[in-house]
């Protein structure tokens, strides 16, 4: 059964930083297009970062540029986001994503994929 299993949440300070995987069978999953999302408490699931399936193609939400980054590794089969200078308005459950989609921006402007992971919960708080 093809899965996506997110790992590095926690509880950090603002101003720290985390860096979530997101583990998939690689043989399965290299041409699809990743994405990361959040969900924060009585809002909607939103699209933070996505990337390509060889990982040239990126894309940010303006709420995180600059401070987020997203990478893959075809090999490993892990889609990182490394998330520096969180803030409390960062603390969200944050869910991995896989969709046979071309555009990046496509894939993080609708919370829709193929594969969904189980959610990694992230709280930024003093």
């Not at 995987?21 to 699809?32: K, L, N, Q, T």
């Not at 297009?33 to 040239?56: D, H, L, M």
């Not at 980054?69 to 490394?82: A, E, F, R, Y």
Request: proline share 5%; hydrophobic share 30%.
């Amino acid at each position: 059964q093809l899965r996506l299993v997110e790992s590095g949440g926690g509880l950090v300070q603002p101003g720290g930083s985390l860096r979530l995987v997101c583990e998939y069978p690689g043989y399965a999953f290299d041409s699809y297009t990743f994405g990361w999302y959040r969900q924060a408490p009585g809002k909607e699931r939103e699209g933070v970062s996505c990337i390509n399936g060889s990982g040239f193609s990126t894309y940010y939400a303006d709420s995180v540029k600059g401070r987020f980054t997203i990478s893959k590794d075809n090999p490993k089969g892990t889609v990182h986001l490394q998330m520096d200078t969180l803030t409390p308005e960062d603390t969200a459950v944050y869910y991995c994503a896989a969709r046979r989609i071309f555009s990046v921006q496509a894939m993080c402007a609708v919370p829709k994929a193929d594969y969904w992971g189980q959610g990694t919960q992230v709280t930024v708080s003093s």
